[in-house]
């Protein structure tokens, strides 16, 4: 079993910056990826980013390639998601996974962070 963590979630002015951090624990896979997704109100909770933890490579959505940045600690095993520019339709509930490589779903949801972004 895997617990997630999240913090780093607020409300920030139409082109600042907010960062959030998830903190992993109980985990037993080496071969695993971790990142976000998000749902805003009314909407379906889709991808925004995600890193693999072996070699650290990445994968963005478009909607946010050039502004965001996930990044890892593996001594903390902690992701960040440095979020720059932000947009008023980047508000949504931010939620950080867990999933296996090799598996069809991410296994683990962190509780989920609110970041607001007003005009």
């Known amino acids: 079993q895997v617990q997630l963590v999240e913090s780093g979630g607020g409300l920030v002015q139409a082109g600042g910056s907010l960062r959030l951090s998830c903190a992993a624990s109980g985990r037993t896979f080496s071969n695993y990826v971790m990142g976000w997704f998000r749902q805003a109100p009314g909407k379906e909770r889709e991808f925004v980013i995600r890193i693999r933890w072996s070699d650290g490579s990445t994968d963005y959505a478009d909607s946010v390639k050039g502004r965001f940045t996930i990044s890892k600690d593996n001594a903390k095993n902690t992701v960040y998601l440095q979020m720059n520019s932000l947009k008023p339709e980047d508000t949504a509930v931010y939620y950080c996974?867990?999933?296996?490589?090799?598996?069809?779903?991410?296994?683990?949801w962190g509780q989920g962070t609110q970041v607001t972004v007003s005009s």
């Open positions: 996974v867990f999933g296996v490589v090799g598996r069809p779903d991410y296994d683990y």
